[in-house]
């Protein structure tokens, strides 16, 4: 019989191994990349391979850029480099699966260090959620990247490791612009701490915002990027919440509909619910970390009914906090239900397992289908009509066709 560390070493390569057989399946069913993104950060990655660090960046006339190079995914760029030697677009089909796949990763080792049982079962009810985990990681962008790094933070906030904090919160600055996204998971474990222990944690609060301004510091493209991540985080999202005219946002920062969050998270807001009211009705207090779970879900829950821009994070976080809520009130659970644990079990099992086929399906089809980049003519043909230096204002494609017919 095997030993309990060689039965989680299998358990662990044959979880792994499957998510990776099966992002690559979705991933690799058609030819082209999933949305508009993944072009420009393949593009930039190139960029960076031929030219080095850019000084400048004149594709842009009318954009941040044009005063100076803010690439607020730089590392991000540097690390797809070695993806894109011989095919930039299959090189980053090929870059997501390897970003995705450490993100599980991630999220199993979490779910580990944190004494979860079961974490195959807590894995299928991340993959339940549908297109709100297949399809935006399929999607060849930093975002991925993002929310293993909030997973990373997580963790050495609430384990109270102010330098694994720091390193982290500097790390993610120069990977995608939610670096400041460490600030307010250590808020929430210090709050927590006080309330239950009436303990002032303030190492990881600090080691967040440390980090934070050494990621902007060391940044190359610093201080150009401050404007950025100012414009990014806080002006955009503003404008688009309040409906500002005249200004044209990303489909992804409008709010989603209330139905397709609850399709896409039922299962977790079933477990995330239930535990909590079985922790009431049994008198079973929430550990901290779980609490703190509690407020960073949440907090993601609310933003991604405002933008849909947050739902890589609501997701992993909603399970996150069903499977510490779970762990939490196990054993009072099962003492009560008794042999009707099992077959609760067995019910969430089978409709995570149904909803992972449909989402996994649905997605496959999805990328299958996905054309060629819309602006591809456009881009062909202003290489052949334009000279190195040229300013070109572009328009909306339909008009570009319409002005540029008959070789005018």
């Known amino acids: 019989m095997k030993n309990p560390f060689e039965k989680r070493t299998l358990l662990r390569a044959s979880l ?10 979705v991933q690799f ?6 949305g508009e993104d993944p072009y420009y950060h393949a593009a930039m990655s190139s960029l960076y391979a031929r030219e080095g660090l850019l000084s400048s960046f004149p594709w842009t006339q009318f954009s ?40 599980v990763v991630v999220f199993l080792l979490l779910l580990e260090s944190l004494n979860v049982e079961k974490t195959w079962f807590w894995l299928l009810v991340l993959f339940s959620a549908g297109p709100f985990f297949w399809y935006r990681f399929s999607v060849a962008r930093p975002q991925i990247v993002a929310v293993t790094l909030a997973l990373l933070c997580f963790r050495t906030v609430c384990a109270e490791k102010p330098l694994g904090t720091f390193l982290v919160s500097a790390v993610s600055f120069l990977f995608y612009s939610s670096a400041h996204l460490a600030v307010p998971i250590a808020l929430f474990y210090g709050l927590v701490a006080f309330l239950k222990e009436k303990r002032f944690v303030w190492r990881p609060l600090f080691a967040a915002s440390l980090g934070l301004a050494a990621g902007l510091v060391v940044h190359p493209h610093f201080p150009s990027i401050v404007r950025t991540w100012l414009v990014q985080n806080f002006s955009v999202l503003y404008h688009s919440l309040a409906g500002t005219k005249g200004l044209n946002f990303g489909a992804e920062l409008g709010p989603p509909s209330a139905d397709a969050v609850l399709k896409a998270l ?27 779970a509690f407020l960073c879900a949440s907090s993601f829950l609310a933003l991604t009914l405002f933008s849909k821009r947050f739902v890589e994070y609501a997701a992993p976080f909603l399970v996150l906090l069903g499977a510490l ?43 299958a289908g996905t054309g060629g980049p819309r602006l591809k003519p456009a881009a062909l043909w202003l290489l052949s009509h334009s000279k190195k230096g040229d300013i070109v204002f572009t328009c909306d494609w339909d008009d570009f066709r319409i002005s540029r017919s008959g070789g005018q």
Not at 29 to 34: I, M, R, V
Not at 66 to 83: E, Q, S, T
Not at 344 to 358: D, K, P, Q
């Open 266 to 292: 039922a299962i977790p807001l079933f477990i995330c619910t239930g535990t909590v009211f079985w922790s009431a009705l049994a008198g079973r207090a929430l550990e901290k970390v779980t609490l703190t």
């Open 64 to 103: 941040l850029q044009k005063d100076g190079v803010n690439d607020r995914h730089f590392l991000y760029h540097i690390a797809m480099i070695p993806f894109l030697w011989k095919n930039p677009i299959q090189g980053a089909k090929a870059y997501c699966v390897v970003t995705a796949v450490s993100c």
């Open 29 to 34: 069913s058609g030819p082209y990349l999933a």
């Open 325 to 367: 809520g779970f762990r939490d009130v196990r054993r009072s659970f099962e003492e009560r239900m008794g042999k009707a644990t099992r077959f609760v079990f067995f019910l969430l099992t089978f409709a995570a397992a149904a909803l992972s086929v449909r989402g996994i399906r649905e997605t496959r089809e999805v990328i």
């Open 16 to 25: 792994l191994s499957g998510t990776f057989l099966l992002l690559v399946w």
